[in-house]
């Protein structure tokens, strides 16, 4: 993984979302350890390591498709939580709806945190 190229993804997400994004880490799988971000949260990356884990597996169980490309969390005071499993990496953003549109970040921001995130895996 090239961190250096992760750094340029979160900005790119900075560049698209502006003063909407609150806070973004890019963690592990398998230690929920964030390797990028902007106003990183440790404790919320590990957090929702977890809960994105038990998350899949429920849907296994349920029988239901697997997870796509990200969910989203409608959150109290106009937030909202955003995760993209990257395969070994999870890619956590904490927005304020209040200040980014919807269409927006689910048109441009998160395709393009998408495509960032594979230039910086690319071997």
């Known amino acids: 993984m090239n961190v250096s190229k992760l750094n340029d993804a979160v900005e790119v997400l900075k560049e698209d979302l502006g003063d909407g994004l609150v806070a973004c880490s890019i963690f592990t799988v ?32 349920a029988s239901f498709p697997s997870l796509g490309k990200y969910y989203i969390v409608d959150l109290e005071d106009s937030h909202m939580a955003i995760i993209l499993p990257l395969g070994e990496y ?10 980014v549109q919807l269409g927006l970040l689910v048109s441009i921001a998160i395709p393009n945190c998408i495509e960032a995130f594979e230039e910086a895996n690319k071997k």
């Open 30 to 61: 398998d230690a929920g350890l964030n390797i990028a971000g902007h106003n990183p949260q440790p404790k919320a990356s590990a957090l929702f390591n977890q809960v994105t884990s038990n998350l899949i597996k429920i849907l296994k169980a």
């Open 90 to 99: 999870r890619w956590g953003i904490l927005v304020d709806t209040k200040k």
